[in-house]
Nanobody
Framework: QVQLVESGGGLVQAGGSLRLSCAVS????????MGWFRQAPGKEREVVAA????????YYADAVKGRFTISRDNAKNTVYLQMNSLKPEDAAVYYC?????????????????WGQGTQVTVSS
């Protein structure tokens, strides 16, 4: 059974930082591209960042470039999202997702497996 479990969300003041983690089990992690997505109330789910299976290639949404960093540890079956300089507009439920792929995958519809999400709240 494939499981993706996000953690690290919470309440932070604007300008602060959070590090999200997504622990994956039930699949061969090193063969899967990973992505982080977010969904705010009343808005569609959007891509935040994505990484290929080796970790050598990444993608970032324009809104987070220079502030967020995606990384992965294939030995720990975990993908991370370091979020710095957080803004109130970054508040959302953050989801990680996995897809069997060599390349970076940025479209949510291309992902096969999803976590349950972790809430990020940013106070102004």
């Amino acid at each position: 059974q494939v499981q993706l479990v996000e953690s690290g969300g919470g309440l932070v003041q604007a300008g602060g930082s959070l590090r999200l983690s997504c622990a994956v089990s039930g699949l061969t992690f090193s063969l899967h591209a990973m992505g982080w997505f977010r969904q705010a109330p009343g808005k569609e789910r959007e891509v935040v960042a994505a990484i290929n299976r080796s970790g050598g290639s990444t993608y970032y949404a324009d809104a987070v470039k220079g502030r967020f960093t995606i990384s992965r540890d294939n030995a720990k079956n975990t993908v991370y999202l370091q979020m710095n300089s957080l803004k109130p507009e970054d508040a959302a439920v953050y989801y990680c997702a996995a897809r069997f792929s060599i390349v970076v995958v940025s479209r949510s519809s291309d992902y096969n497996y999803w976590g349950q999400g972790t809430q990020v709240t940013v106070s102004s």
